[in-house]
Nanobody, 123 residues
Framework: QVQLVESGGDSVQAGGSLRLSCAAS?????MAWFRQAPGKEREGVAS???????SIADSVKGRFTISRDNAKNTLYLQMDTLKPDDTAMYYC????????????????????WGQGTQVTVSS
């Protein structure tokens, strides 16, 4: 089992920045950020494996940066130039099962999920 605890969500104005953190109870090779806005499907935002292989959704490319500290089993999401469309609950996900890079932003590829942290961006 893997426990995931997210933090860092807040309410900000458009154009602002936030940094989300996800602390995992144990090492897992694959970790990712997903988000879900009211009435919408949960979508993959960014993923990172422990070797530094990264995937970023087109909708946030150039604005969001994913990183991880393997020594601390912690995943980060630096979000800059935030837009109202970024408003959502942000979830951390993890998997120990090997997955091809094409699957790393698919929610079905992850076994463990955090409770989420709310990000609200006002115009």
């Amino acid at each position: 089992q893997v426990q995931l605890v997210e933090s860092g969500g807040d309410s900000v104005q458009a154009g602002g920045s936030l940094r989300l953190s996800c602390a995992a109870s144990v090492y897992t090779r694959y970790m990712a950020w997903f988000r879900q806005a009211p009435g919408k499907e949960r979508e993959g935002v960014a993923s990172s494996d422990s070797h530094g292989s990264i995937s970023i959704a087109d909708s946030v490319k150039g604005r969001f940066t994913i990183s991880r500290d393997n020594a601390k089993n912690t995943l980060y999401l630096q979000m800059d130039t935030l837009k109202p469309d970024d408003t959502a609950m942000y979830y951390c996900a993890a998997s120990k099962v090997a997955m091809p890079i094409m699957n790393r932003l698919r929610k079905s590829a992850y076994d463990f999920w955090g409770q989420g942290t709310q990000v609200t961006v006002s115009s």
